[in-house]
Structure formats: structure tokens, C-alpha cells
């Protein structure tokens, strides 16, 4: 199955939480759109590995996506080794996005930038026709996404371009809240965290209208470039 845009992040809900609303438009733009989940959280303060993974599908569905998977890397122990990023490798040749969404290189949480380092060489490494992957039992081919673009988690970093995520906020909201086991629940008796506080959902929604308000909209979600984006005129560009 080919996709359009494959998201990928180190924890079930960090996509939700970062690129969801821009995940769910190119959904209704007729786009493919695939996540893979670095790991199962299972090292979170709250939920279980189980929860999570029953959490993942709820939001998978709310969304609308053609496509999810877990590489079921260790929780705390990302790294780019050489079998870590053949899975990774092995998923991209398998499904062929167009594009990657990835974390930022710079983060507070060390596993957001592992798994930024993990994706960077997985998305090189997809080209190079000399690694050789298989997928039940065949060869597959050398393929390299033609786009990487970073979503934006906990640092803030001045983006290369903003989605408009306005009509899509509302269902963005109800992934997040999918994932139960994570957000505010005075009927819990699990230990506290930042997301857990009542307060958090309403952070999400002040950031998203912060970014809106730069390009004139209620809600953005913002992207960072490594490289130039081409567009084909002046005309294009919605400013």
C-alpha cells in the first residue's frame, strides 16, 4: 500500500498532540495518510503499554488514516542503531510516502530527539539501493521520501510554514482525548503529569491560536524546513 504522508513519532498520542489537525485535513483532501509509533510508552507515568496501544486505534479511527503501526523500540531507549533503522527503512520502502513529518531536532524530551535522529538516517538510508531490506520474504526496492518537514512538540522554533488547521480543530481535539489514560481525570488515581493537569488541553489550543493568528486564521499548526520549499509563483502563496 503506498501513502502520501507517513508522520512518525516516538510515543502513541505525540502525532495527535503535534500535526493532528494537519494530519486530519489532508485526510478530507484525499490524501493517504499513514503513523508509525516508535514505541508503545510503555515507560509513561500513566496507562499501560495495552492502553496505549487500544488508545492508538480510537484516535487512528477519529482521524481517518489508512494506516498505523508500532516499531516497538524500547520506551527511553531510542536510538539509531543499525537495527532500529532498518525498521524504520523497512516501513518507508514498504508504504512510499511522498513526505515524512518528523519531531524537531531540539526538544525536552530526549525521546523526541532520538527519534528525530532515528528518522533523519532511516530517510537517507531508504535511497540507498545497497541496504538491503525485505518485506515477507522479498527484496524491497530503494525508496526516499522527496520531502522531510518537523512538527513542532515542546520547543518552540520559528516555522518554515503554518497549516491552517481552523475546520479541523474539533476532531484534532477529539484524537487527543482518545488517548484517556494520558489527560485530566479527577476520577484517576494514577500519579499526576503534565499533560494529566487540567490545564493542558487549554495550552494546546493557545499555542495552535498563536500560530493562527500569524497567518490570519483561528488555528496553525507550525512546520520547520530544512531545505527550501519551491513553490511554482508568487500567486500561490496565501498571505
Not at 520547520?224 to 500567486?235: E, G, H, M, Q, V
Amino acid at each position: 500500500m503506498n501513502i502520501d504522508v507517513l508522520a512518525i513519532g516516538a510515543h502513541p498520542d505525540d502525532i495527535e498532540l503535534s500535526c493532528g489537525g494537519t494530519i486530519i485535513k489532508l485526510v478530507r483532501q484525499g490524501r493517504r495518510v499513514g503513523i508509525v509509533d516508535v514505541t508503545q510508552g510503555e515507560l509513561g507515568t500513566r496507562g499501560s503499554r495495552e492502553i496505549r496501544a487500544e488508545e492508538a486505534r480510537a484516535a487512528a479511527e477519529v482521524m481517518g488514516i489508512h494506516f498505523r503501526t508500532n516499531l516497538a523500540i524500547p520506551d527511553g531507549n531510542i536510538d539509531k542503531t543499525p537495527e532500529y533503522v532498518l525498521r524504520l527503512v523497512t516501513v518507508i520502502r514498504s508504504v512510499r510516502p511522498q513526505v515524512l513529518l518528523i519531531p524537531h531536532s531540539i526538544d525536552r524530551h530526549p525521546d523526541h530527539e532520538s527519534t528525530h535522529a532515528l528518522c533523519r538516517k532511516a530517510w537517507f538510508d531508504s535511497g540507498l539501493r545497497r541496504i538491503e531490506t525485505t518485506e515477507n520474504g522479498q527484496p524491497q526496492e530503494a525508496f526516499r521520501p522527496r520531502a522531510v518537514y518537523h512538527y513542532m512538540q515542546w520547543h518552540q522554533f520559528e516555522p518554515s510554514f503554518i497549516v491552517d488547521v481552523t475546520e479541523t480543530y474539533d476532531v484534532r481535539v477529539a484524537a487527543m482525548r482518545a488517548y484517556r489514560s494520558q489527560f485530566y481525570d479527577p476520577q484517576s488515581d494514577e500519579p499526576g503529569t503534565i499533560l494529566s493537569t487540567p490545564e493542558f488541553i487549554e495550552s494546546i489550543r493557545t499555542r495552535l491560536e498563536y500560530y493562527g493568528n500569524k497567518i490570519g486564521k483561528k488555528y496553525g499548526e507550525p512546520f520547520y524546513s530544512l531545505t527550501p520549499i519551491a513553490i511554482p509563483d508568487l500567486f500561490t502563496l496565501n498571505t
